[in-house]
């Protein structure tokens, strides 16, 4: 199976310590990787067919400090589809004006929606196909953009219909919310204010948050495993479909 990472903040923030320790679990998870920052209504993708820990875009992702409210980060393990550029993740598709990210992990068997004109997959991933259902699916229930509130209760309508057909954990963003859907394993975590030392699992490289941060500054990481040893991670329920404004669920 595929890892995923995502942050959602109050504030810009970027992402490089998390990442640094994410993309070493890219020795099994060989299959390409990718990740996406909103900044403001843009959005900065980096993908790769290369494994995070071998990847010359990942090295410069790891360097390079981008500032985000919303950021989703993916490592691949091919289970549906070739190891190719167009099959990673995160997927990006336009909707009301806004950009769209998408990625998930997990296999979905016999997902085979009638896709319309608007949104297709142009990779051959089971993930692309729910993607595009769910953004053909959206543009079907709203007229235009909805609020938070709005989305989630459309959400949680639609994302059964894809469960049923297998595995189907991802993260979802249009730059204001993250939106993260838990089949089998998803940890969150809400770093605030008093902030303090966070080592990481994967690596021996501790950071005191508390140098980089002012008081009011809140946010919330998701990853399928947790990422530091020394803080609060949340497992999430099977099933659980959360959304994350500003750093907190709502």
């Not at 699916?137 to 059964?160: F, Q, Y």
């Amino acid at each position: 199976m595929c890892q995923l990472l995502g942050m959602n903040s109050n504030t810009p923030t970027d992402i490089v310590f998390s990442f640094s320790g994410f993309a070493t679990r890219a020795t099994e998870h060989a299959d390409g990787f990718g990740i996406a920052f909103f900044e403001g209504r843009g959005v900065r993708l980096f993908v790769d067919h290369q494994a995070a820990v071998a990847s010359p875009v990942a090295e410069l992702v790891k360097h390079y400090p981008i500032k985000s409210l919303n950021t989703i980060a993916h490592i691949r393990k091919a289970t549906q589809g070739h190891v190719s550029l167009e099959n990673c993740h995160p997927f990006v598709r336009e909707l009301w004006g806004r950009y769209w990210v998408f990625a998930h992990n997990g296999n979905l068997i016999d997902f085979e929606p009638k896709l319309h004109s608007t949104f297709k997959p142009v990779g051959d991933t089971d993930s692309e196909r729910a993607f595009c259902w769910l953004m053909q699916e959206l543009a079907k229930s709203h007229a235009s953009m909805p609020s938070v509130a709005e989305l989630n209760h459309t959400l949680g309508e639609l994302v059964p219909q894809v469960a049923r057909h297998g595995t189907f954990n991802f993260m979802l963003s249009q730059g204001e919310a993250l939106w993260v859907h838990c089949s089998t394993h998803l940890h969150y975590l809400l770093r605030q204010h008093p902030f303090g030392h966070a080592r990481l699992q994967d690596q021996d490289v501790e950071v005191n948050f508390a140098e980089h941060t002012q008081p009011g500054d809140r946010v919330a990481l998701v990853a399928t495993e947790p990422l530091t040893l020394n803080e609060a991670w949340v497992p999430m329920r099977k099933g659980q479909l959360l959304a994350f404004v500003g750093g907190q669920p709502v």
